[in-house]
């Protein structure tokens, strides 16, 4: 009887979800409200997470511009990433976006597009009759007014992914395939999980983004981004205290408090020389201080796709590496 009362209850969350789309839509979307009149037909996506959600959902015929890249596409999207044309790798031009004739425009931060974004601000977009959708994982819970990567005022949770996933699927009247993207990434963290036992916080690690020049501080990972709750999720301890999504921190002091693991960022982008892994690898084994800590020379370093690093569908992906990593340590017995 509790199975199929489960059952029941399934059916009618996913009934509930998958009710069509009335247009005109209006969200709530951090701090302002937009309004899509008919599922999008020309989407112009700015940040890799946004842009494999909306393929995720199926609706990449309708996506006729990308840009922002950290790392690879999803390995089954390649071909189709490969025929939407990217604006750039980095940071498009505001004439690129509209050049387009987009009819929404997609963003993963709000330092592309926000207040202060460098591609536009969301009324430039609103001007020309373009609704400009920010990713709620970069707004919700957090400060960006001071510039940079933002301050997080409560730690990040995946609920803020599920969250845009919904509305990305709701925009195009595509739920019963968002329920289903969203269940999927649920089963996985759960299954990675079980992987180990709870670590009660007896590990510790740190995350290594990347950094401006290998010889100064390096970014590495606060307390309440993403990484924060890939530690969180696994029972693993944050030796950086920061609120700072992602704060500079010497490298004398993330020695002294001595992480079981390093978590190195593998970027394919090179705005900076350590964003690449091997730039890292040889700086741990080479630095006179990092060279001396004990992850280092033990061999627990682990190599992690940089979208897992931010609030993003990949952060599952980071659970699973992480668990498996600490799995094959034999340290969480």
Known sequence: MLASAAVFVSLAATQAFAEKTAYPLTLDNCGRKITINKAPERAVSIGQSTTEILYLLGVHEKVVGTALWIGPVLKQYEEINSKIERLADND???????????????????WMIGPEGVVGKPEQFEELGIP???SPSDCNGKDNSAGDDGVRLKPFDMDLIYREIAELAKIYDVQDQGAKVIADLKARENAARKKISAANDKLSAVF?????????????????????????????????????????VGWETIAKSNPTFIIAGKLTRRRFPADDIAVKLEFLKTDPVAS???????????????????????????????????AASGLNR
């Open 208 to 248: 290594w983004f990347s950094s401006a020049e290998t010889d100064i501080d390096p970014y590495v990972a606060g307390k309440y981004g993403a990484p924060g709750y890939i530690l969180r999720t696994l029972g693993v301890k944050n030796v950086i205290e920061s609120d700072e999504e992602w704060p500079t």
């Open 292 to 326: 001396l800590m004990a992850a280092v020379k033990d061999g627990r370093v682990v190599e992690m796709d940089a979208q897992s690093m931010n609030p993003t569908i990949r952060t599952i992906e980071g659970i699973e590496v992480l668990a498996d990593a600490i």
């Open 92 to 110: 498009p031009s505001f004439e690129s976006v509209i050049g387009k004739k987009p009819d929404l425009v997609t963003a993963q931060f709000q």
């Open 132 to 134: 400009a959708y920010i």
